[in-house]
């Protein structure tokens, strides 16, 4: 933890607008939607992120503020730093995940979900099991408070009770107007007080105990 105090974690530049900030939340969410519809057996990870940039200058996206990230099959077990097997392809019967941060009107849009394609009931479970994972933690947070350490804390133990195997290397960050990375936010995960709304990423991330497929899920937490 760093010893940042949390008015300066969670300063704004002057340009920072809250309802900008939901609407590129939206905007990002119907990015990701538009590449789901695009997921199909046998594309790879580069094609898939050719085509989502199609979706992106559809929108009036004004540029990426993490490289987007869609990771299939048994690279949905990587953390973000990770590099994927380049010889995947999205199988008959599978699970793939798509990670986005993209920048509308000057403001930071930052989402993430996992889906399958075919008959993957299995891997299909670990999906909804990210998705009510993270409803579950950022639940607690609105009705209890929790610092940012808590949260993550909870959600470690909440996923092992699932039966899952939690990612705590991922700890969620801050978003801002662009670029956030200036007033050094730091991991929601290293966060000694509770967040405020409209500020944070909350990131998910699962996996199977022993096979090789994960989840991922990631939103703004908002009141």
């Known amino acids: 933890m760093t010893d940042t105090p949390v008015p300066q974690r969670e300063a704004v530049g002057h340009r920072f607008d809250a309802s900008l900030m939901l609407k590129s939340r939206e905007l990002s969410w119907a990015a990701l939607e538009g590449?789901?519809?695009?997921?199909?057996p046998g594309i790879s990870e580069d094609e898939a992120r050719a085509e989502a940039m199609q979706v992106f200058a559809s929108l009036g996206m004004e540029r990426l503020w993490h490289p987007v990230?869609?990771?299939?099959?048994?690279?949905?077990?990587?953390?973000?730093?990770?590099?994927s097997n380049p010889d995947v392809r999205l199988g008959e019967n599978d699970i793939y995940f798509i990670d986005l941060g993209l920048v509308f009107d000057g403001h930071e849009g930052d989402v993430g979900d996992t889906f399958t394609v075919g008959h993957a009931p299995e891997q299909q479970a670990c999906a909804d099991a990210a998705r009510a994972l993270f409803n579950d933690v950022a639940s607690v947070w609105r009705t209890q408070g929790m610092?940012?350490?808590?949260?993550?804390?909870?959600?470690g133990q909440q996923a092992q009770a699932m039966g899952w195997r939690f990612n705590h290397a991922i700890k969620g960050h801050r978003v801002s107007d662009f670029p956030h990375s200036v007033h050094k936010g730091g991991d929601l995960g290293e966060l000694p007080a509770t967040p405020a709304s409209g500020l944070w990423i909350l990131e998910i991330q699962i996996a199977h105990p022993t096979e090789a497929y994960g989840a991922f899920y990631e939103d703004l937490l908002t009141a």
């Open 35 to 40: 590449i789901k519809e695009r997921m199909r």
């Open 69 to 83: 990230l869609i990771r299939i099959g048994e690279n949905t077990t990587k953390i973000y730093r990770e590099r």
């Open 147 to 155: 610092t940012g350490e808590a949260l993550y804390a909870y959600a």
